[in-house]
T-cell receptor, first 114, second 111 residues
Framework: DADVTQTPRNRITKTGKRIMLECSQTKGHDRMYWYRQDPGLGLRLIYYSFDVKDINKGEISDGYSVSRQAQAKFSLSLESAIPNQTALYFC?????????????FGPGTRLTVL | GQNIDQPTEMTATEGAIVQINCTYQTSGFNGLFWYQQHAGEAPTFLSYNVLDGLEEKGRFSSFLSRSKGYSYLLLKELQMKDSASYLCAVRLMEYGNKLVFGAGTILRVKS
């Protein structure tokens, strides 16, 4: 089944540590996205990529970086984690060739920064 | 700026009908999505509207009025499994058709 997967699913880390969250997809979609979700705030876009080597900042990119080295993979890094980056992180994909451009979400990564 | 408003919580009874409203003030509107999200899980697509009117998909329907900046999601014959958060998201023409999400409406279905 074509899917969007995220690793790790849960991570607890300490302030100042570097963390990388991985996203892979087998849908063949060209567009990929990283969101974070906090209670009461909904999903907020961190970065998005429309193709390999294409990177665009979203609403809340400060403190994050991304890498899109292959169409199927989009990684999110926290160079020096801080407690207010504790959140649920979702990766999503979409196909620019589809009229509605629906986004398909991965299962999420729950990150806790102590 | 972009603003999307939905009620925070709603409660309804099994078998009933519930309407979840969403109002938006955005620039460059290019479609509205509804997603369902069970606690701790990924959002899953429910419906998409880009033109005014009603879109029906089984027990779920979604309505859009672009002139009023208004949409609703209608859930019929409610089931316990419909207890979830419902996210309204507007797609913007600028910023590469990105989605801007509302905070979500938590729906509790009681027996």
């Amino acid at each position: 089944d074509a899917d969007v997967t995220q690793t790790p699913r849960n991570r607890i880390t300490k302030t100042g540590k570097r963390i990388m969250l991985e996203c892979s997809q087998t849908k063949g979609h060209d567009r990929m996205y990283w969101y974070r979700q906090d209670p009461g705030l909904g999903l907020r876009l961190i970065y998005y990529s429309f193709d390999v080597k294409d990177i665009n900042k979203g609403e809340i990119s400060d403190g994050y970086s991304v890498s899109r080295q292959a169409q199927a993979k989009f990684s999110l890094s926290l160079e020096s984690a801080i407690p207010n980056q504790t959140a649920l992180y979702f990766c999503a994909t979409s196909d620019s060739g589809q009229l509605d451009n629906e986004q398909f979400f991965g299962p999420g990564t729950r990150l806790t920064v102590l | 700026g972009q603003n999307i408003d939905q009620p925070t919580e709603m409660t309804a009874t099994e078998g009933a009908i519930v309407q979840i409203n969403c109002t938006y003030q955005t620039s460059g509107f290019n479609g509205l999505f509804w997603y369902q999200q069970h606690a701790g899980e990924a959002p899953t697509f429910l419906s998409y509207n880009v033109l005014d009117g009603l879109e029906e998909k089984g027990r779920f329907s979604s309505f859009l009025s672009r002139s009023k900046g208004y949409s609703y999601l209608l859930l019929k014959e409610l089931q316990m499994k419909d207890s979830a958060s419902y996210l309204c998201a507007v797609r913007l023409m600028e910023y590469g058709n990105k989605l801007v999400f509302g905070a979500g409406t938590i729906l509790r279905v009681k027996s």
